[in-house]
């Protein structure tokens, strides 16, 4: 084995022949398909060869905790896609971020997050107050905001762009102008565009992170997550701290993923197109109150989408009205219970059409306060939008819709 983290041969070539080629490492037997490697640990011709090899004196691998070949390949994979020095997969995207946030953070440090992040992610860096870790969370367009929440003990910036659900613009260079004067990281998490749409790290992110979950996999089938970043950062502190807790992805899981990177390009391509559609129908639909999606012309941030961005994305957001939260919240169900075709579940980033009702689900967790500072309200319903054809979606969505209008 070279070295784990060697650079990228085919740096040079289009984003579409990296997808399909970048990390391949071919066995002796020649096999033209990624191999998987389903082994807990690698044999050693003799004491020698294990000691070296644990003390890493010697390339190579040991355990598949920390290094797996399958693995590596996906990490190299991603790594090419997403431009960055070097990649470390993880079992879920929640882990990839609690492990970005126990390499960079220690008791007493201060991270300031967007308030439109993932439920989950929102919580996690709330219950980081046990540990001594404190967290403010902004306005994610409003730089301001960002500006004024820094203290002399911030060390991390997070974000998510788009956010979910309500499909908001981070301004990538201007948090990190400001994050690179101060000396603190900006951690985009990049699960909304994948790199097939977006590189973070070519608008100045230190630190990306994925939940493969969505449209890394593509088809709904496994959780996997990745960070990446400058080597140092990921050879020095995440690697270490993978290697002692153990949130690694599976070998079988990795496999799965670096089949999804080999049509990523083309999946998010046609199903933003899907969605750029249904979005254009969605607003012009009289039942619906306001659609939230960054492809439209009428997006407040177009202008920024179109700098940092292929596309809009594949999940559009849209808002139903109402006399107040609760008859919004009855109104929004009753659309979502009457789909047919489209799958009521949380997960996003599938070829088949996904719908939920942020509120009461994904975010149903956060407080009532921390859902209004996100702008989630009842009537706010998120399609996460595949490769079905257009106008059978757009059916399925009248059946309630056209309900509401009557
Ligand atoms: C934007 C975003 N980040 C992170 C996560 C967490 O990923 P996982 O479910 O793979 O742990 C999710 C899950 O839905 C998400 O939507």
């Known amino acids: 084995m070279d070295d784990y983290f060697a650079p990228d041969p085919l740096e040079d070539l289009h984003f579409a022949t990296r997808a399909v080629r970048a990390g391949n490492d071919r066995s002796a037997f020649g096999e033209h398909s990624e191999a998987l490697y389903l082994t807990s640990s690698f044999v050693f011709r003799n004491a020698a060869e294990a000691a070296a090899r644990f003390g890493n004196q010697t390339p190579g691998y040991v355990y598949s905790r920390f290094s797996n070949p399958t693995v590596r390949q996906f990490e190299r994979r991603l790594a090419s896609l ?10 879920s995207g929640m882990s990839a971020i609690l492990s970005t946030a126990m390499a960079l953070l220690k008791a007493g440090d201060h991270v300031v997050c967007a308030n439109s992040v993932f439920g989950a992610t929102h919580q996690l860096f709330t219950m980081l107050s046990r540990y001594e870790v404190h967290c403010s969370f902004v306005n994610l367009t409003d730089e301001r905001e960002w500006a004024s929440a820094v203290t002399p003990a911030t060390r991390m910036f997070y974000l998510e762009t788009p956010s979910n659900p309500l ?3 981070a301004n990538l260079e201007a948090l990190s102008g400001l994050a690179r004067a101060r000396g603190i ?3 985009v998490d990049n699960c909304f565009c994948s790199p097939a749409l977006q590189q973070p790290l070519l608008h100045g992110a230190d630190v990306v992170i994925h939940s493969a979950t969505k449209y890394i996999d593509g088809q709904g089938r496994i ?7 400058k080597r140092a950062f990921i050879e020095g502190m995440v690697l270490p701290l993978l290697r002692c807790t153990g949130p690694t992805l599976s070998a079988f899981n990795a496999w799965v993923l670096l089949k999804g990177l080999e049509t990523l390009r083309v999946r998010m391509h046609a199903q933003s197109a899907n969605a750029l559609d249904l979005a254009l129908w969605l607003d012009s639909h009289p039942a619906v109150r306001r659609v939230y999606y960054p492809g439209l012309a009428s997006h407040p941030q177009r202008e920024l989408t179109v700098r940092q961005q292929a596309s809009g994305g594949a999940i559009v957001s849209f808002e139903v009205g109402g006399n107040d939260p609760e008859d919004q919240r009855a109104r929004a ?3 979502i219970d009457q789909t047919k075709l489209i799958s009521i579940t949380g997960n996003l980033g599938d070829t088949k059409t ?15 306060q921390a859902r209004e500072a996100a702008g989630i309200g009842e009537g706010l319903i998120r399609l996460a939008v595949g490769l079905e054809f257009p106008e059978d979606l757009r059916h399925d969505l009248d059946r309630g819709l056209a309900r509401l209008c009557a």
């Open 354 to 368: 996904t719908i939920t009702h942020p509120a009461s689900t994904t975010h149903g967790r956060l407080t009532a």
């Open 167 to 169: 499909n908001e613009i």
């Open 185 to 187: 990281t900006l951690v």
């Open 82 to 91: 997403e431009r960055a020095e070097a990649c470390i997969a993880t079992a």
């Open 333 to 335: 169900w009753s659309v």
């Open 223 to 229: 959780l996997g997550g990745a960070i990446l970043g």
